[in-house]
């Protein structure tokens, strides 16, 4: 089976822009989440889809938002970048969405802000 | 709520030498935890996880864990290490509740000396 696969995996953009960023599961997985990875914080829970539905969300500003379609493939798009929006932003699907289940991870996108 | 605490940012051993890494958790039920693997430039490897079965777990390339109840550890250990372990290890446990979301320490980076 493929991985989960992330698109782009690189991306520059100037503050004020808008990214939105891609994540295609592993065949069968219905459940994506998604974690932002940076030196000072870590790695930081963003949000959690299961079928469609948003099933949890961190504690990110609202500029942060995501969505899953039908297919489980799911986006998540950040607005008005800032500085500190700089990160490694990395998908994992899982089959379901209880606690036991592996998350895997894709490579990551790797977001500069200028 | 739940967290997990690693025990040293950088760890440096010699080719050969005993790996191990720690791994304290704080869980207001039975948790399920995770260690996971970063190599540069790339997404989470998961090594092995424990969900509530046997105490000792064994994962990916030689690498095991034991879940201690009474030290609230999981450690990560493996008997000798080889130049390519060189990365960068996460302690992880699933947040409570019907969720998949996982709560990360901060991280560990293994150097191998030859």
């Known amino acids: 089976k493929a991985g989960v696969t992330q698109t782009p995996r690189y991306l520059i953009k100037t503050r004020g822009q808008q990214v939105t960023l891609s994540c295609s599961p592993i065949s069968g997985h219905r459940s994506v989440s998604w974690y932002q990875q940076t030196p000072g914080q870590g790695l930081q829970f963003l949000f959690e889809y299961f079928s469609e539905t948003q099933r949890n969300k961190g504690n990110f500003p609202g500029r942060f938002s995501g969505r899953q379609f039908s297919n489980s493939r799911s986006e998540m798009n950040v607005s008005t970048l800032e500085l500190g929006d700089s990160a490694l932003y990395l998908c994992?699907?899982?089959?379901?969405?209880?606690?036991?289940?592996?998350?895997?991870f894709g490579p990551g996108t790797r977001l500069t802000v200028l | 709520a739940q967290s997990v605490t690693q025990l040293g940012s950088h760890v440096s051993v010699s080719e050969g030498a005993l790996v191990l890494l720690r791994c304290n958790y704080s869980?207001?039920?039975?948790?399920?935890l995770f260690w996971y693997v970063q190599y540069p430039n790339q997404g989470l490897q998961l090594l092995l996880k424990?969900?509530?079965?046997?105490?000792l777990v064994k994962g990916i390339n030689g690498f095991e864990a034991e879940f201690k109840k009474s030290e609230t550890s999981f450690h990560l250990t493996k008997p000798s290490a080889h130049m390519s372990d060189a990365a960068e290890y996460f302690c992880?446990?699933?947040?409570?509740?019907?969720?998949?979301?996982?709560?990360f320490g901060q991280g560990t980076t293994l150097q191998v000396k030859p």
């Open positions: 869980s207001s039920v039975p948790p399920y």
């Open positions: 424990y969900t509530s079965a046997a105490t």
């Open positions: 994992a699907s899982s089959l379901g969405h209880q606690g036991t289940d592996t998350q895997y």
């Open positions: 992880a446990v699933s947040d409570t509740g019907n969720t998949g979301k996982l709560i």
